[in-house]
């Protein structure tokens, strides 16, 4: 489990790594090797051959239990007769196989057993071989990264066209044929379908550059579009917004109008007097006073 969070946590770190390289296109394959061993005449016959192994195995490990199971059964039906030394002898006997047949048991399907070390020889010069052809494929093809898709990486969506799993196959039976060649002849005929094959995968691989690079230029039109709608979208959203300010406070002034003439209030509002803001201005003179303290 911590095996496969760190992977997850490495591709997204990948992808996260060459985001910036998305104008040029970051390949990414995958092969499936399940598919592959399951394909190959070697693997298969081998795996026949250790399939065979494990059920004879599985027998021994039945005869061994049915054997403990017999000697459990019979102790049971002669305890009655048997004297308190038989008993732990035959109780003893019982230990002795279990053990056997447990430790038979690691042997074989243990950790470390014959079926583990068995496979991991079976599979690994098939693994080594898809290895070096999966390095080939990657540099003749310009793939960035080719993951595994029967590991323990999580693939949510894979798609088919990333798929090189049946390349790696007709490499791989290409070498077994002409192991099998017996003469010259027939090498040579080998090597002629080899060229056929690898002018086809070149075809197939020009077809999907090509493919790629129609796909990464709808998208820049896309993107493109997509920019100019936004930017259309926000000038407009903005010349909405300033005549709806505009509308909200023509409204607000009406508001206010009417609000004032109802109130007895001159409208528009008059602006202030010069004097009634001149703290310093001296009061007109009674003429009144001045002449009645004449007389």
């Known amino acids: 489990m911590k095996t496969k969070q760190i992977l997850l946590v490495a591709i997204a770190f990948i992808c996260t790594s060459f985001s910036a390289q998305a104008q040029r296109g970051v390949r990414i394959g995958y092969i499936d090797m399940e598919y592959i061993l399951e394909n190959v005449p070697e693997y298969i016959e081998a795996s026949t051959q250790l399939d065979g192994k494990v059920q004879r195995w599985k027998t021994d490990i039945d005869k061994k239990q049915q054997e403990i199971d017999l000697i459990k059964l019979n102790l049971a039906n002669e305890r009655v007769l048997l004297t308190k030394e038989l ?87 290409r070498v077994e044929k002409r192991k099998e060649a017996n003469n010259k002849k027939e090498r040579k005929e080998i090597d002629k379908r080899d060229d056929l094959s690898l002018e086809e995968d070149k075809e197939v691989s020009k077809r999907e550059d090509e493919n790629t690079a129609k796909q990464t230029a709808r ?71 001045d002449n009645g303290s004449g007389n």
């Open 87 to 173: 008993i732990e002898e035959r109780e003893e006997e019982i230990k002795i196989k279990e053990d056997e047949m447990i430790t038979y048991q690691q042997n074989r399907f243990g950790s470390g057993g014959d079926l583990v070390i068995q496979r991991r020889q079976l599979v690994q010069p098939i693994q080594d071989q898809v290895f070096n052809i999966v390095q080939e494929v990657a540099e003749g093809k310009k793939y960035d990264f080719i993951f595994d898709k029967s590991a323990d990486v999580v693939m949510l969506f894979a798609a088919k066209r990333n798929d090189i799993s049946d390349i790696v196959l007709r490499s791989i039976n």
């Open 219 to 289: 998208e820049e039109i896309m993107n493109e579009r997509k920019r100019i709608r936004d930017s259309v979208r926000a000038a407009k959203k903005i010349a909405y917004d300033a005549k709806r300010a505009q509308l909200l406070e023509a409204r607000q002034r009406s508001r206010d109008s009417v609000q004032a003439i109802r109130n007895g209030t001159p409208w528009p509002p008059l602006p202030p007097k010069e004097n009634d803001n001149n703290e310093d201005a001296t009061p007109p003179e009674d003429n009144d006073q």
